[in-house]
């Protein structure tokens, strides 16, 4: 009975903490050893973005939803670099393992799916955070983008890494290839991104594609870091916090589940 009642503990009560602080930890130092690639990279072409529209539209764009348009356009920048690297994080961790052979180091040693799921992840948020705050600084500091409200920042900045890092997960593990992989990321991630008021508001849009917007997630997220950077948004934030929110939960039971059940990760 005695014996029972500690596998049950250990089973539904106990954490592996140093199991999962390890593989977020490797999560991490996986994406920092390459940080001219992995951090350095998506800079340089947030900060081109930037340039460019600077050069092309010049000082005479009108403002945009009452702000100056390169106000508007820097959360939207920063937050589809986010959105990407937090995606790449996930899924090139597991493909690369799928592809190399090695997920069984991942899958033998003694942790939860939950435990696992939130290793992975760790590495996202981490990603997502750094490259969020270099570009939030750059800026402020080169064309004064204000920070209204830095708490709905951080919460838009954080959900829209773990959603994107439970998506990196689905694709990876669905995905056999690198190719397939690289499909999945050209075909439907970045023209979800960029089909989500990242360079413009929605409300330039004809009615039919306002409406698939407001069913792009992604639009919330962009939209979320908008409103704490400039005050202004194209949503109630608080409708996009519980869509993002929503999505997130949905992504992630999938994720645990798969996880926990070896989908095409065990041959």
Known sequence: MAENLQMGVRRFGAVNWLGTWTLARREVLRFMNVWSQTIMGPLVNAGLFLLIFTIAIGPNRGDVMGVPFMEFLAPGILTMTVIQNAFANTSSSIISAKVGGNIVDTLMPPLSALELLIGYLSGAV?????????????????IGMPLNNPIWVLTFVILGSVLMGGLGMVAAVFANKFDQMSAISNFLITPLAFLSGTFYSIEALPPFLQTLCHWNPFFY????????????????PLLGLAVVLGAGVVVLTIVWRWLRDGYRLKA
Request: proline residues 0%.
């Open 126 to 142: 981490a990603r997502g955070m750094i490259v969020a705050v270099v570009i939030a600084l750059g800026a402020i500091v080169f």
């Open 221 to 236: 997220i962009i939209d979320g870091v908008r409103y704490g950077t400039l005050g202004v948004s194209d949503s109630s």
